[in-house]
């Protein structure tokens, strides 16, 4: 990186290997393209590979093809997330010096029959704004030595913060700096609404919310620009950012590509697939055309 590099705005994409790209992400390389020439900044591609039972090595083959054909041009080298466990595992130390995660025993199986018995009983369960079931309270309750019990007898766990402590600790209103295709301005943001988010998990060493911003702060992101679907999640980002005492970039959530049924895409949605529109003959001026640059 030459010196006056380090001055520059730095913009990133940021995909996740665990199925091919497709329109929504095309449209999402490319506004970080066109914005990090408007702002004469930098662009990064990061490979978000945490999740290792979910990721596979040949979709991060296929996105550097697809984002090549494109157009893209981006720094090398290209940060994987799974070569940075170590700094993961660092700023979770820090969390838990500040008496901010417990263990979280019970399985997805487990909290889902405890949503569906409530809901049943007529007690609608509270959830997150991605639709999610808000994680229960026991194990945020349980006292020390029957926590200790439960670890001793080698129980699969995932970590969690505790929400209200971490709310309670910052003390502060939390905002963002907001300039996407929804609301712009400086937004309010609601980390509370996620309950006790999930940071790392006994098959995955980090969680999203935990390596995104370690990740951001680490490759000196100052603009993250990605889609409206995680709009609420920047919540989660700038606590955990004051936290642990990292920078807070501006923040891009730009519109999504609805798949031909009006949701939102998905992976396995084959039509749009960048590959399968390569191989169909479409050109990378016509995908321009059709996400209307
Ligand atoms: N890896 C995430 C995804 O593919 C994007 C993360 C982000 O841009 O913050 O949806």
């Given at each position: 990186m030459?010196?006056?590099d380090r001055?520059?705005?730095?913009?990133?994409?940021a995909p996740s290997p665990n199925g091919f790209l497709h329109l929504g992400h095309a449209l999402s390389a490319l506004i970080n393209q066109e914005m990090a020439g408007r702002?004469?900044?930098r662009l990064l591609l990061r490979?978000?590979?945490?999740?290792?039972t979910r990721c596979r090595p040949e979709f991060v083959h296929e996105i550097f093809r697809d984002l090549a054909w494109l157009g893209l041009e981006w720094e090398e080298p290209v940060r994987h997330q799974s070569n940075h466990i170590g700094e993961y595992q660092a700023a979770l130390a820090k969390l838990e010096a500040l008496s901010l995660l417990y263990p979280a025993f019970l399985t997805r199986g487990e909290v889902k029959a405890r949503v569906a018995a409530s809901e049943a009983a007529g007690r609608p369960w509270p959830r997150d704004p991605d639709g999610a079931p808000i994680y229960p309270p026991d194990d945020r309750n349980r006292s020390p030595a029957e926590r200790a019990q439960l670890l001793a007898g080698g129980l699969r766990h995932a970590i969690r913060l505790d929400m209200r402590k971490a709310l309670a600790l910052i003390g502060e209103p939390l905002t963002w700096r907001e300039t996407g295709d929804g609301a712009a301005g400086i937004i309010t943001a609601d980390p509370g609404a996620w309950g006790d988010v999930i940071l790392s998990r006994s098959d995955a060493p980090s969680s999203y919310h935990l390596s995104v911003v370690v990740d951001d702060a680490a490759q000196g992101v100052t603009h993250v620009v990605r889609g409206l679907d995680l709009f609420h999640a920047t919540a989660v980002h700038r606590l955990l950012q004051v936290l642990l005492g990292l920078p807070e970039p501006d923040y891009h959530h730009h519109r999504l590509v609805p798949g031909p049924d009006g949701r939102k895409l998905s992976k396995s949605e084959g039509s749009t697939g960048l590959a399968a529109l390569r191989a169909a003959g479409v050109s990378p001026a016509e995908i321009r055309e059709m996400?209307?640059?």
């Open positions: 030459h010196a006056a001055q520059k705005p730095v913009f990133r994409f702002f004469e900044g490979i978000e590979d945490i999740d290792q996400l209307g640059f």
